[in-house]
Structures are given as structure tokens and as C-alpha cells.
């Protein structure tokens, strides 16, 4: 067998292997910007409920932020 067919053969594996992985890094980090912008909002909220709703009103901002947390939780699927 020629050299250059296995060399070819390598170098072809190489580059696909290449984008994809690239790819897949991409869309990874492009997850990691949306939730970090979910966490920041959250924070954002939480903080502008503290700040709008009157001192008597706590266990409207406790419902809230926790509609809030479960919003941002991906659901548990029970099957198994």
C-alpha cells in the first residue's frame, strides 16, 4: 500500500474530527452564555422584588423567586 493513501486517509479523519469538536465546543459555550445570563437575571430579580415590594410582603417575593427557581430547573423526567 502506497504511503500517501493512509497519510490522506489521516489527514481527512483528522480535519472532520477537528470540526466537529470545534463545533460541539461552540454550541457548549454558547449554553454556558444563555445560563449564566438566566443566573444574572435571576439575581436581577430577586433584587428588584426585594427592592419594589413593600417589608410586609415576604411570602410574595419567597412564591416568586421560587417560581422563578423552578422555571430555570430542567425537568426531572421519572421515567427510567
Same mark, same amino acid.
Given at each position: 500500500?502506497?504511503?500517501? $493513501?493512509?497519510?490522506?486517509?489521516?489527514?481527512?479523519?483528522?480535519? /472532520?474530527? &477537528?470540526?466537529?469538536?470545534? !463545533? &460541539?465546543?461552540?454550541?457548549?459555550?454558547?449554553?454556558?452564555? /444563555?445560563?449564566? &445570563? /438566566?443566573?444574572?437575571?435571576?439575581?436581577?430579580?430577586?433584587? !428588584?422584588? !426585594?427592592?419594589?415590594?413593600?417589608?410586609?410582603?415576604?411570602?410574595? $417575593?419567597?412564591?416568586?423567586?421560587?417560581?422563578? /427557581?423552578?422555571?430555570?430547573?430542567?425537568?426531572? &423526567?421519572?421515567?427510567?
Amino acid at each position: 500500500m502506497p504511503l500517501g $493513501i493512509p497519510a490522506f486517509l489521516g489527514t481527512a479523519i483528522s480535519v /472532520i474530527l &477537528s470540526f466537529k469538536l470545534n !463545533q &460541539s465546543y461552540d454550541r457548549w459555550w454558547e449554553a454556558r452564555k /444563555i445560563w449564566g &445570563s /438566566i443566573v444574572g437575571d435571576s439575581r436581577t430579580f430577586v433584587l !428588584q422584588l !426585594q427592592s419594589f415590594l413593600y417589608t410586609g410582603n415576604d411570602d410574595a $417575593i419567597l412564591t416568586l423567586c421560587f417560581r422563578y /427557581i423552578a422555571w430555570c430547573r430542567p425537568k426531572l &423526567s421519572t421515567k427510567r
